[in-house]
């Protein structure tokens, strides 16, 4: 059964940094973008930041500067680390995988359970 599990979320003060890590396991060909979502005030998705097989990223413009997305292939972990955190980052991240679970087979979006991640002020 393949899984994401999220891991690193909490209570930090504004200014204060963290890091989310998510690791897939389970039978997997090949991750060909991870990344890290967070929800709107109308439930959907956002972007917070992804990056793709070959390394290239891309992130939401409220995040630009202070947040980094990286990743382990070896490991099949996506890390997010957060600077300089603001209240308005509080939210439940949400990892999120587009991958292969066999050589040549079709793409598939999974997902992770969220983290909380609150910033007070």
């Known amino acids: 059964q393949l899984q994401l599990v999220e891991s690193g979320g909490g209570l930090v003060q504004a200014g204060e940094s963290q890091r989310l890590s998510c690791a897939a396991s389970g039978s997997i060909s090949s991750i060909n973008v991870m990344g890290w979502y967070r929800q709107t005030r109308v439930q959907q998705r956002e972007l917070v930041a992804v990056i793709t097989s070959g390394g290239s990223t891309n992130y939401a413009d409220s995040v630009k500067g202070r947040f980094t997305i990286s990743k382990d292939n070896a490991k099949n972990t996506v890390y997010l680390q957060m600077n300089s955190l603001k209240p308005e980052d509080t939210n439940v991240y949400y990892c999120?995988?587009?991958?292969?679970?066999?050589?040549?087979?079709?793409?598939?979006?999974?997902w992770g359970q969220g983290t909380q991640v609150t910033v007070s002020s």
């Open positions: 999120s995988a587009v991958l292969q679970r066999s050589p040549g087979g079709p793409e598939q979006r999974y």
